[in-house]
């Protein structure tokens, strides 16, 4: 069974810093992309925060680009979210998913992809 986990998730004041941290478990083949994403309290919608490929590559929504840092482990299988300069308006509860390989019972191979439960994140002005 794959499982995403979240974790580093907290409260604090405007432009401090958190880091969150992203752990694939379970029986896989190979993690592929990894991303981050958050959903702000009210909001419907997740919003696309960060993709890092496997080869290291990391795209950034431009809202966050020069305050956030997201970083990959792949001997680890984890991902990282490094927050500074935190606003109110991050405010949300942030998601990892990634694209995940898992080898068939028969021949060939399944990618899909998972979603972790989520970290809260608070920022106080």
């Known amino acids: 069974q794959v499982q995403l986990v979240e974790s580093g998730g907290g409260s604090v004041q405007a432009g401090g810093s958190l880091r969150l941290s992203c752990t694939a478990s379970?029986?896989?083949?190979?993690?592929?992309?990894m991303s981050w994403y958050r959903q702000a309290p009210g909001n419907h919608r997740r919003e696309w925060i960060a993709?890092?490929?496997?080869?290291?590559?990391?795209n950034y929504v431009d809202f966050v680009e020069g305050r956030f840092a997201a970083i990959r482990d792949n001997g680890a299988k984890m991902a990282y979210l490094e927050m500074n300069s935190l606003k109110p308006e991050d405010t949300a509860t942030y998601y990892c998913?990634?694209?995940?390989?898992?080898?068939?019972?028969?021949?060939?191979?399944?990618?899909?992809?998972?979603w972790g439960q989520g970290t809260q994140v608070t920022v106080s002005s």
């Open positions: 379970g029986s896989m083949f190979s993690v592929e992309d």
């Open positions: 998913s990634a694209r995940i390989l898992t080898r068939n019972q028969g021949p060939g191979f399944t990618e899909r992809e998972y």
């Open positions: 993709r890092l490929r496997q080869d290291g590559t990391v």
